[in-house]
């Protein structure tokens, strides 16, 4: 085989924004992740509405050390504010002796404990009020699982209204499992909230986990997309307000910005509660701190998922087109606009120079041709200079694509975001993808992608499909692996970039790949030929209808025949969230680098509502034979 370089030849510029990451909270990306919050339910909100194993006290431990009393969750007229509603109410009835003695509550953290880290400084903040004219004492301490005292502070708590108190703690020793205790001594009613560990060592000072956002830099990112995914553009549409604070509302990025205290929280579509303590503010810091372009995504008013609802009428939908446009102007607006002036008043004076809007993820309903135009039409009038990304809807081949790209075509879009999770093979045999693209159409912002198995060898059929986004650098303009992290405790989605738990991160060679093209983005292509190009054998798709899961017992013995006859045995399949352990939906890997994957309905249904029928999924198989099989 002869490789000519045709060094003398200009090919296409390749964009600064080549490579990116797409970050979403997903697999407790950001509770328990990236946002160095301590604490887990720091503000009593977990609900049965988020997982169905969650009550408001989830992560507390209840104390009575040498006091007696009570400590329970209350929802009532003495609340924080109307966005955080829940409180913990401690009745101290009898005081007890000693600097530790008291009624209060212990957080247990995430992955087995709080990692502490010896003469390192951490924030303790508590929001409280107290029906004891003389005031209360806390004692707030940070100890081991057995209550050894690590560290030990006091603070006073003063008059019947609500007020944030501060404190230092500094470990003496460290530990991977540390606790965090606060607890009323003497006696009395004290209210607290937001009880708050971050440690004072965050990336770049922004809140961040440091060594996570330390990794995650080495990418060196051209863009960053947040915050979704399937969060952007599932739940009701509902906003957090009365009569019902709905608890499962899509993502509406002005509940996530301002005073922590009071934005509120709101199940996240992947099966847990999401403080927003991480929102639209953190991550256009976070984008900055990069030096990455900010890419926001917003719900358009169907959602996507699996999650099959519409905006119902119109003055919902201006809504949602209102709040896109008023992003724009948080990002970029000065002190006279509405909503640039509260950037400013949070804190962040200078624009966060947005130029690019992604509008919906994974659409593909009736209403949303209709309503994407709405907020195309929007946004180019009132930003005429901002890009506009569309998206090919949740199946990167068939129907839906073919549609939408015309589609996309048609509006004369900047970018269509195209997702694919595909098999090693398929990887492999699409390097040249991008080669017959319309070069006078839209530009392609590839927003997730990974080759499905979890094997060294996925990395490099990724490596191989990347020459090919490069290569065709004039129509791929972004691209970005996904999902980026995992908690290694609650693994949902598989496989991802990096895993993390407390204390470490493990990086898997995709990571190492994505690593080498994104630290290596060339200004221009330089056109290459090879005499004798490898030829691979085409995949083989088809549709196969199962009704069996209910009684199915063990699924990593199901065996499934492919509409072309051959026959699919799952040897293994990753995921482990706790609504699907045992019960084998996911993704598998098979034999002969085949693959089965459930589709994009019957995953999400089953992740989000832990549904327990497991009966009448259709699930979609994909084989792909291996060259010469
Ligand atoms: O990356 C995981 C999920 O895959 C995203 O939330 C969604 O956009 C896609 O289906």
Same mark, same amino acid.
Request: glycine fraction near 8%; hydrophobic fraction near 35%.
């Given at each position: 085989?002869?490789?000519?370089?045709?060094?003398?030849?200009?090919?296409?510029?390749?964009?600064?924004?080549?490579?990116?990451?797409?970050?979403?909270?997903?697999?407790?990306?950001?509770?328990?992740?990236?946002?160095?919050?301590?604490?887990?339910?720091?503000?009593?909100?977990?609900?049965?509405?988020?997982?169905?194993?969650?009550?408001?006290?989830?992560?507390?431990?209840? #104390?009575?050390?040498?006091?007696? &009393? %009570?400590?329970? /969750? *209350?929802? =009532?007229?003495?609340? $924080?504010?109307?966005?955080?509603?829940?409180?913990?109410?401690?009745?101290?009835?009898?005081?007890?002796?000693?600097?530790?003695?008291?009624?209060?509550?212990?957080?247990?953290?995430?992955?087995?404990?709080?990692?502490?880290?010896?003469?390192?400084?951490?924030?303790?903040?508590?929001?409280?009020?107290?029906?004891?004219?003389?005031?209360?004492?806390?004692?707030?301490?940070?100890?081991?699982?057995?209550?050894?005292?690590?560290?030990?502070?006091?603070?006073?708590?003063?008059?019947?209204?609500?007020?944030?108190?501060?404190?230092?703690?500094?470990?003496?020793?460290?530990?991977?499992?540390?606790? #965090?205790?606060?607890?009323?001594? &003497? %006696?009395?009613? /004290? *209210?607290? =909230?937001?009880?708050? $560990?971050?440690?004072?060592?965050?990336?770049?000072?922004?809140?961040?986990?440091?060594?996570?956002?330390?990794?995650?830099?080495?990418?060196?990112?051209?863009?960053?997309?947040?915050?979704?995914?399937?969060?952007?553009?599932?739940?009701?549409?509902?906003?957090?307000?009365?009569?019902?604070?709905?608890?499962?509302?899509?993502?509406?990025?002005?509940?996530?910005?301002?005073?922590?205290?009071?934005?509120?929280?709101?199940?996240?579509?992947?099966?847990?509660?999401?403080?927003?303590?991480?929102?639209?503010?953190?991550?256009?810091?976070?984008?900055?701190?990069?030096?990455?372009?900010?890419?926001?995504?917003?719900?358009?008013?169907?959602?996507?998922?699996?999650?099959?609802?519409?905006?119902?009428?119109?003055?919902?939908?201006?809504?949602?087109?209102?709040?896109?446009?008023?992003?724009?102007?948080?990002?970029?607006?000065?002190?006279?606009?509405?909503?640039?002036?509260?950037?400013?008043?949070?804190?962040?004076?200078?624009?966060?120079?947005?130029?690019?809007?992604?509008?919906?993820?994974?659409?593909?309903?009736?209403?949303?041709?209709?309503?994407?135009?709405?907020?195309?039409?929007?946004?180019?009038?009132?930003?005429?200079?901002?890009?506009?990304?569309?998206?090919?809807?949740?199946?990167?081949?068939?129907?839906?694509?073919?549609?939408?790209?015309?589609?996309?075509?048609?509006?004369?879009?900047?970018?269509?975001?195209?997702?694919?999770?595909?098999?090693?093979?398929?990887?492999?045999?699409?390097?040249?993808?991008?080669?017959?693209?319309?070069?006078?159409?839209?530009?392609?912002?590839?927003?997730?992608?990974?080759?499905?198995?979890?094997?060294?060898?996925?990395?490099?059929?990724?490596?191989?499909?990347?020459?090919?986004?490069?290569?065709?650098?004039?129509?791929?303009?972004?691209?970005?692996?996904?999902?980026?992290?995992?908690?290694?405790?609650?693994?949902?989605?598989?496989?991802?970039?990096?895993?993390?738990?407390?204390?470490?991160?493990?990086?898997?060679?995709?990571?190492?790949?994505?690593?080498?093209?994104?630290?290596?983005?060339?200004?221009?292509?330089?056109?290459?030929?090879?005499?004798?190009?490898?030829?691979?054998?085409?995949?083989?798709?088809?549709?196969?209808?199962?009704?069996?899961?209910?009684?199915?017992?063990?699924?990593?013995?199901?065996?499934?025949?492919?509409?072309?006859?051959?026959?699919?045995?799952?040897?293994?399949?990753?995921?482990?969230?706790?609504?699907?352990?045992?019960?084998?939906?996911?993704?598998?890997?098979?034999?002969?680098?085949?693959?089965?994957?459930?589709?994009?309905?019957?995953?999400?249904?089953?992740?989000?509502?832990?549904?327990?029928?497991?009966?009448?999924?259709?699930?979609?198989?994909?084989?792909?034979?291996?060259?010469?099989?």
């Amino acid at each position: 085989r002869t490789i000519t370089v045709n060094a003398d030849q200009a090919g296409p510029d390749i964009a600064s924004t080549m490579y990116g990451a797409f970050y979403e909270d997903i697999n407790q990306g950001a509770d328990g992740g990236i946002y160095a919050e301590l604490v887990q339910n720091r503000s009593f909100e977990f609900n049965s509405a988020d997982n169905r194993a969650f009550t408001p006290l989830s992560t507390w431990e209840v #104390l009575q050390r040498g006091s007696a &009393g %009570t400590a329970s /969750v *209350r929802d =009532d007229g003495n609340r $924080l504010n109307e966005m955080n509603r829940n409180y913990l109410q401690v009745d101290a009835t009898t005081a007890g002796a000693g600097t530790a003695a008291g009624v209060g509550v212990r957080n247990t953290g995430w992955n087995g404990g709080h990692r502490l880290e010896a003469r390192k400084k951490y924030d303790y903040s508590v929001w409280a009020r107290t029906s004891n004219p003389a005031g209360s004492t806390l004692a707030v301490a940070l100890e081991t699982p057995e209550g050894a005292r690590l560290a030990l502070a006091s603070i006073k708590v003063k008059g019947d209204a609500w007020a944030k108190y501060n404190v230092t703690l500094s470990p003496k020793s460290s530990t991977a499992s540390g606790r #965090l205790s606060t607890v009323v001594q &003497g %006696t009395g009613t /004290v *209210r607290l =909230d937001m009880i708050s $560990l971050i440690p004072q060592d965050t990336w770049n000072g922004h809140g961040l986990r440091k060594d996570l956002a330390e990794k995650i830099a080495e990418l060196n990112p051209g863009f960053l997309r947040f915050p979704g995914g399937c969060i952007v553009n599932t739940g009701s549409y509902d906003s957090y307000s009365a009569p019902n604070y709905t608890r499962s509302r899509t993502y509406q990025w002005k509940e996530t910005i301002g005073p922590v205290e009071q934005r509120p929280a709101n199940r996240n579509f992947w099966g847990y509660n999401q403080t927003y303590g991480l929102g639209y503010m953190e991550y256009f810091q976070w984008a900055e701190d990069l030096k990455a372009v900010p890419v926001p995504v917003v719900p358009v008013g169907v959602t996507g998922c699996g999650d099959n609802r519409a905006v119902p009428d119109q003055a919902t939908l201006d809504k949602y087109i209102q709040d896109t446009l008023d992003l724009i102007e948080f990002a970029n607006g000065d002190a006279s606009t509405l909503w640039g002036a509260k950037r400013i008043a949070y804190g962040h004076p200078a624009p966060y120079n947005l130029d690019r809007i992604s509008l919906g993820n994974e659409e593909y309903k009736p209403e949303f041709k209709a309503y994407f135009t709405q907020f195309q039409d929007a946004v180019e009038a009132a930003y005429p200079d901002i890009m506009v990304i569309g998206n090919t809807g949740p199946d990167d081949q068939g129907a839906n694509f073919d549609d939408l790209s015309k589609f996309n075509a048609d509006r004369n879009v900047d970018f269509v975001d195209e997702h694919y999770y595909n098999s090693p093979d398929w990887f492999l045999s699409n390097n040249h993808r991008y080669d017959s693209y319309d070069r006078d159409s839209y530009k392609v912002f590839l927003g997730e992608f990974a080759s499905l198995a979890n094997k060294p060898e996925n990395a490099l059929a990724e490596a191989s499909f990347m020459t090919g986004l490069e290569r065709n650098a004039d129509v791929v303009k972004m691209a970005s692996y996904a999902p980026l992290i995992a908690n290694e405790a609650n693994v949902q989605w598989s496989p991802d970039l990096m895993f993390f738990n407390g204390t470490s991160i493990r990086t898997t060679p995709n990571f190492e790949v994505q690593k080498l093209f994104m630290n290596n983005v060339g200004t221009q292509v330089v056109p290459s030929s090879q005499n004798n190009p490898v030829s691979l054998a085409k995949p083989i798709t088809g549709q196969i209808g199962l009704s069996t899961w209910a009684t199915a017992a063990k699924y990593d013995d199901v065996k499934v025949t492919g509409a072309d006859g051959a026959q699919l045995f799952a040897d293994d399949f990753s995921g482990t969230a706790s609504a699907w352990t045992g019960n084998g939906v996911g993704t598998w890997s098979v034999q002969d680098g085949a693959y089965i994957q459930s589709s994009t309905s019957a995953l999400n249904t089953m992740v989000t509502a832990g549904n327990t029928s497991w009966s009448n999924y259709t699930l979609s198989a994909k084989a792909t034979k291996t060259a010469g099989a």
